[in-house]
């Protein structure tokens, strides 16, 4: 069973304070990615990596940095967190097209 | 967004009854996922489609690149059935393993 695991599961910062969301994975999968959920928008896609040291911008990239230290491990990197980044943020892993989601941050900025 | 468009938006069932979930691609696509989000806020990974049909339990999903679109059948719904469940494809021309969602359908089903 795939496992991809999030942390912290909330977290409530303030405007223009730093945030940071870390994604680790055991599946041993080369590509990892960071997504938003927003009613009505589905899942956007924020970066995504396709191994350590690899950072790739997704489709809404703005507002937000990504570091791949290692092959398990993929954070999410707010430095000036905005209302606007209030969401429900979901990491996942995947070898090749199918991927595996992680149980989903929620992050609420005041 | 506009490669994968899903309907219907909303779905309400009774226990007992099924439905089918919709997704058309404007695009031909590699392959086809089908989620549900659940009460607690995760995405359960239900089917993963390059062709064909699967099926597990009361769930059967097919998927016909050609034709450009996938379904997503739920017979004898249960109560903890209820949730938004999502589809995502890859355009055939990525090479990127990167998916494109559908907006989501909610489904509630009522005793």
């Known amino acids: 069973e795939a496992a991809v695991t999030q942390s912290p599961r909330n977290k409530v910062a303030v405007t223009g304070g730093k945030v940071t969301l870390s994604c680790n994975q055991t599946n041993n999968h080369n590509n990892m990615y960071w997504y938003r959920q927003d009613t009505g928008h589905g899942l956007r896609l924020i970066h995504y990596?396709?191994?350590?040291?690899?950072?790739e911008k997704g489709d809404i990239p703005d507002g937000y940095k990504a570091s791949r230290p290692s092959q398990e491990n993929f954070s999410l990197i707010l430095e000036l967190a905005t209302p606007s980044q209030t969401s429900v943020y979901f990491c996942a892993s995947g070898a090749s097209y199918e991927q595996y989601f992680g149980p989903g941050t929620r992050l609420t900025v005041l | 967004g506009d490669q994968v468009e899903q309907s219907p938006s909303a779905l309400s069932l009774h226990e007992g009854t099924g439905s089918a979930l919709r997704c058309n691609f404007t695009t031909t696509m590699r392959a086809v996922q089908w989620f549900r989000k659940n009460s607690r806020g995760s995405l359960i990974n239900l089917f993963y489609l390059a062709s064909g049909t699967k099926e597990n339990g009361r769930l059967k999903s097919a998927f016909d690149s050609k034709e450009r679109y996938s379904t997503l059948h739920i017979r004898d719904a249960q109560l903890e059935d209820s949730g938004t469940y999502f589809c995502?494809?890859?355009?055939?021309?990525?090479?990127?393993?990167?998916?494109?969602f559908g907006l989501g359908t909610t489904l509630q089903v009522q005793p």
């Open positions: 995502a494809a890859e355009d055939i021309t990525g090479n990127t393993g990167k998916l494109i």
């Open positions: 990596s396709y191994g350590a040291g690899s950072t």
